[in-house]
């Protein structure tokens, strides 16, 4: 580690676990935040740190979704020389809790209040034996459209609201010589989709029963079949290249009109924003249509591994960064997510994040709240990569829907 001393601006909160004038470490941050809308946001952590005198080492992982990334955690936890701080998601962050390898935030939360104003669902995902063990950055979500305005007005269409709408939009985009959906065939970008088509395809409940409570008959209920159908219809609108493409390169299809639509989370706004791009003149973002009422979300957070104790000043000065209201709104500004604080401002944002974080508040209320199955927040990594492996399979015509949806039965009891 680099013991480079450097001259503080302490926060307050940062300040009160700080006796010495220096942070005497840099901190090392494992993360999957590759593309040009990542490193953008990213940047803002850095620079905020900066100013506080905190030195960053980079350890980046490239690989949407982060499954690459956490292959390469497992790997410096058992070489023994686990990073200072990870991205996590969902399950995992409470896995490696569970495993006692993180550090306790507890002190700091409560010096600023964070059980009151971080929301439920995401303290479920941060919180082990009621110790805070992760710093919560955002919350995106998996069922939004993206759309190429020009593309579609030249086309004449309009939003789509049903799936049968969105099934005529691609049709006509085919008809027009345009391609109508930019994909990029990778297990976790083939489940982001799913997790929207299943949810169209049955409603909150089905995704519920199937991905939450993974709940057998619905797993293999006719509903699912339809699902996968869908899927399949997908699979058909797709460009002859679209295996094995990064997600942002699926974007820049969209960005650049080659392509109509991309099934993607709000990380695809972060690519759109970077390129230039003004949401309602250039793009438009819209409800995976039929699942307008619900929001299947993930929530990116920092675990802050323990280094032999206590929680470290950098650790502790990280964490409170992150948790800070303005960097809460100046972060999500560029990365397509919103703030994971429910007491901030959102007037700030574009008219994307500023409908993500009303869809995200009626969706709580109303109950049609999920964690993300692609994502790492309806099912622990066993059954999440159960539901890859079918889903892609499917989607690479491997299985034709029936033989997906037995496979899927047997997929997730096995790993569940
Ligand atoms: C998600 C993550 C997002 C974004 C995306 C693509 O899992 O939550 O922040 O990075 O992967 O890389």
Not at 72 to 95: E, M, N
Not at 226 to 244: H, L, Q, Y
């Amino acid at each position: 580690m680099n013991k480079v001393i450097r001259t503080l601006k302490l926060t307050t909160a940062a300040a009160a676990f700080s006796v010495s004038a220096a942070y005497a470490e840099d901190v090392e941050v494992l993360h999957w935040w590759t593309s040009g809308g990542e490193a953008a946001a990213l940047n803002v952590l850095k620079q905020d740190l900066e100013t506080q005198g905190i030195g960053w080492q980079d350890m980046p992982v490239a690989g949407g979704g982060g499954t690459e990334a956490m292959t390469v955690l497992r790997a410096r936890v058992t070489a023994g020389d686990p990073p200072t701080a990870v991205q996590a998601l969902g399950f995992d962050i409470l896995d490696w809790g569970n495993q006692g390898a993180l550090a306790n935030l507890n002190d700091l939360a409560a010096q600023e209040g964070w059980d009151e104003v971080v929301p439920e669902a995401l303290q479920f995902f941060a919180k082990v034996d009621g110790k805070w063990i992760s710093a919560p950055v955002n919350v995106h979500s998996t069922n939004w459209v993206w759309a190429n305005k020009s593309v579609l007005d030249a086309n004449g269409i309009a939003v789509p609201e049903t799936w049968e709408d969105f099934v005529a939009a691609v049709e006509t985009l085919k008809a027009a010589g345009i391609t109508p959906i930019a994909h990029g065939g990778q297990a976790w970008q083939d489940a982001t989709v799913f997790d929207a088509v299943a949810m169209s395809a049955g409603g909150p409940e089905f995704y519920k029963a199937a991905f939450i409570d993974l709940d057998e008959e619905t797993l293999g209920s006719d509903t699912m079949k339809e699902a996968f159908d869908r899927m399949a219809f997908i699979r058909d609108n797709v460009d002859d290249n679209f295996s094995g493409r990064d997600w942002n390169l699926a974007t820049a299809m969209v960005i650049n009109g080659e392509a109509g639509f991309q099934m993607m989370g709000d990380w695809a706004k972060g690519e759109f924003l970077n390129a230039g791009k003004v949401p309602g003149e250039d793009f438009l973002c819209f409800r995976f249509p039929g699942t307008q009422d619900q929001v299947t979300f993930n929530a990116d957070q920092f675990m802050m591994f323990d280094q032999g104790g206590t929680v470290s000043q950098e650790q502790a000065a990280l964490a409170s960064a992150i948790l800070s209201p303005s960097f809460q709104i100046a972060f999500n500004k560029v990365k397509g997510s919103v703030p994971a604080r429910t007491d901030v401002d959102g007037s700030e944002l574009d008219a994307c994040g500023q409908q993500g974080m009303k869809d995200l508040a009626a969706a709580a209320s109303s109950g049609n709240l999920f964690g993300s199955m692609a994502h790492g927040h309806a099912a622990p990594a066993s059954v999440k990569n159960a539901v890859y492996d079918v889903v892609t399979a499917h989607f690479n015509g491997e299985y034709d829907s029936e033989t997906a949806v037995l496979e899927l039965v047997d997929a997730v009891s096995i790993a569940k």
